[in-house]
């Protein structure tokens, strides 16, 4: 967090399992950790990146931000406030200035509505438009997403990947939310395009003061947009700082193999093999450090001994080994 | 100049929809040299996908249709061969690696009998012997204790495992030539690593590479040249120093300015302004011409040709080509 202000959201040693059932009585053998423990904030107006490859817990974590997964242990406050003990009323309003956008846009919207249902359902449930408002904020919206007015009559299959994801961008600004979960919001669009809808969120930020946990395995994005940024691993945090810090300077051996394996047009050339092997399964999650099979540096402890959170220059690093190159 | 392995020429590929015949391929032409790895790069809808699988006729015929060209592979037209001679291609001589591994394997069979199953077809050989040479196929692959893996089935597999898989079977025959079609797209940065270096591997042994992708740093780290593709046909092909380091077609800039590098930060990223032109009924002349921030009037009025403008790049450009003979030079392309 940049300043000294409460944070927006703030997560606290969150754990989210799914059990694992075998045999006629469905009895439960294990847990999948797909968040096993993941301590984050994030301050008002900031974007906070979210990197990790599939699998690592990052889209699950979000759901639970969305109140969609319960959770296992954990904490998950809002405005200084925990979910877990909002009235009904408070949850109401929660889930209406949080907001999510998905992944894929053609599995997000209503095939069978209208693009100015889709937009006004949520802002006429919460009582913030009438009825005879529907349309001119409908309108409004649209053009804040850089969609003509008239799409509104229409109807999703009627428009592209990267369109379809400003509808929904639309509709999640359509209840002025003040944190908006971004998962993989980019991922199925054409570079191009992600490039206008990148343009766009960036805007959408300044102009309504909006917070962003930004999710994506794509660290480029992250670098453009992102103010602080969290890498994870098999449903860890293995590292978090300011972006500067953690794109330049990265200290978790795992941070430093994803910026050496993703390909960088103008960087050297062939293909960078950083890491051996897997990300185990999560039913099963090594002892010690998680990375420890696969960590380049890795010494005996690590096999033994799970990391603390160890705080040098404002990272913070889940590592034995942690260095940080001058 | 090296020798060619495959030449694709004129090749046009259309589908007949409800909404009338789409031109997703028109008029390619490209050589796949000995020994080389040639990028594919362009949007979804481009066409890459549709060249790739019309050369080894994978297009389902109708609504698809193969309306001309040819692909001229060992003195033979692939598109004129019966379809027992164009089976003994596939897998044997020309092996195709897709995107996502769960629909191209079986998900009744265990892997052993997939990869015995690949050899027998083309190969005479025992059960046994093809059983030994699946399990070393796929330690070279890097499948630590392959030989339970050769048991299981495409479900019991990981994304990066089950793509390597498919790259054993894709290798296990020692193709000339591999397609591969996003091969990485659906894995993590760390394993697409492993699993680049293990097609670039290949290359050393004589076995060229189209990969078609729509990732720039890929084609960066991996290709010796590239082709990139708009509205259907190729707007820009050369080597891959020359197009990265001055991309003459105004698409290909755009192309790599819209994407974001995390070597230095940006405050807005270059967006290409309006959308794809519909390839039901192509418009005349320039097909970027819309979008583009250089075209003039003479854009509008005739489609320009794919002209080589200095030694191994070639442009579909009228802005770039006049430039280019402003400067001295340009010579008309040779396909």
Request: some cysteine; charged content about 20%; proline content about 7%.
């Amino acid at each position: 967090m940049s300043t000294k202000a409460e944070p927006l959201l703030s997560i606290r040693d969150l754990k989210v399992w799914f059990p694992v059932q075998r045999g006629i009585l469905a009895r439960t053998v294990g847990h999948i950790r797909a968040v096993d423990g993941i301590s984050l904030d994030i301050g008002s107006g900031e974007v906070l990146g979210l990197v990790g490859e599939s699998g690592c817990g990052k889209s699950t974590l979000a759901r639970a931000i969305m109140l969609l997964e319960p959770p296992h242990t954990g904490q998950i406050c809002y405005g200084g406030r925990d979910v877990v003990g909002m009235s009904r009323l408070q949850l109401r309003d929660y889930r209406r200035q949080v907001q999510i956008v998905f992944q894929d846009p053609f599995a997000a919207l209503n095939p069978r509505r209208s693009v100015l249902e889709i937009v006004t359902e949520g802002p006429l449930q919460h009582g913030l438009i009438g009825r005879g408002g529907a349309v001119s904020a409908c309108g409004q919206l649209l053009r804040d997403v850089g969609l003509h007015e008239d799409a509104m009559y229409r109807y999703p299959h009627e428009f592209s990947g990267g369109q379809r994801q400003r509808i929904c961008i639309a509709r999640a600004l359509s209840v002025r939310p003040k944190l908006l979960v971004c998962d993989e919001a980019l991922s199925a669009l054409d570079v191009s395009v992600q490039a206008q809808v990148l343009n766009l969120l960036k805007d959408l930020k300044e102009k309504y003061g909006l917070s962003y946990l930004f999710i994506t395995h794509d660290l480029h994005v992250v670098r453009f947009i992102a103010d602080r940024i969290a890498v994870m691993y098999l449903g860890r945090v293995v590292e978090t700082g300011t972006r500067d810090q953690v794109l330049a300077t990265p200290a978790h051996p795992y941070t430093q193999a994803l910026l050496a394996s993703a390909p960088q047009p103008g960087g050297v050339r062939g293909p960078k093999v950083a890491l051996p092997g897997e990300t185990p399964s999560a039913s099963a999650p090594p002892p010690g450090c998680r990375f420890h099979p696969r960590c380049p540096i890795a010494v005996e402890t690590c096999a033994v001994v799970d990391p603390v959170e160890q705080n040098v220059q404002e990272h913070k690093v889940h590592c034995h080994r942690a260095t940080f190159p001058v | 100049m090296t020798e060619s392995l495959l030449r694709v020429e004129d090749l046009s590929v259309s589908f007949r929809t409800e909404e009338g015949v789409l031109r997703a391929v028109d008029r390619v032409s490209f050589d796949i040299r000995k020994g080389e790895v040639l990028g594919l790069v362009g949007e979804s809808g481009c066409g890459k996908s549709v060249t790739a699988m019309s050369l080894l006729r994978l297009i389902p015929c109708p609504p698809g249709a193969i309306d001309g060209g040819r692909v001229w592979w060992n003195g033979r037209d692939l598109l004129q061969l019966s379809p027992s001679e164009m089976r003994a291609i596939r897998g044997r001589e020309i092996s195709f690696i897709f995107q996502e591994p769960m629909t191209a394997l079986s998900p009744l069979h265990r892997i052993g009998k997939q990869l015995v199953e690949a050899q027998r077809l083309h190969l005479p050989i025992a059960k046994a012997e093809a059983w030994e040479r699946g399990v070393a196929w796929l330690r070279k692959v890097g499948i630590s204790d392959p030989e339970s893996r050769m048991l299981a089935y495409p479900h019991q597999l990981s994304g990066g495992m089950r793509q390597r898989v498919m790259i054993a079977m894709a290798l296990i025959l020692e193709p000339k030539l591999i397609i591969a079609d996003e091969p990485t797209t659906a894995l993590d940065v760390t394993i697409q690593a492993q699993i680049l270096k293990l097609l670039l591997d290949r290359k050393s042994k004589e076995t060229s590479v189209l990969l078609i992708t729509h990732d720039m740093g890929i084609v960066w780290e991996v290709c010796d040249r590239l082709a990139v593709m708009y509205a259907s046909e190729i707007v820009e092909l050369g080597e891959i120093d020359q197009v990265f380091g001055s991309p003459r077609h105004p698409y290909t800039r755009a192309l790599m300015e819209s994407i974001p590098a995390f070597t230095k930060h940006h405050d807005r990223l270059q967006t290409i302004p309006g959308s794809v032109p519909t390839l039901y009924d192509i418009p005349g002349g320039c097909r970027f011409r819309d979008r583009c921030p250089v075209a003039v009037e003479a854009c509008a009025l005739s489609h320009p040709e794919l002209k080589t403008l200095i030694p191994e790049q070639a442009v579909r450009c009228l802005v770039a080509q006049q430039q280019a003979a402003r400067e001295g030079g340009g010579h008309e392309h040779e396909g």
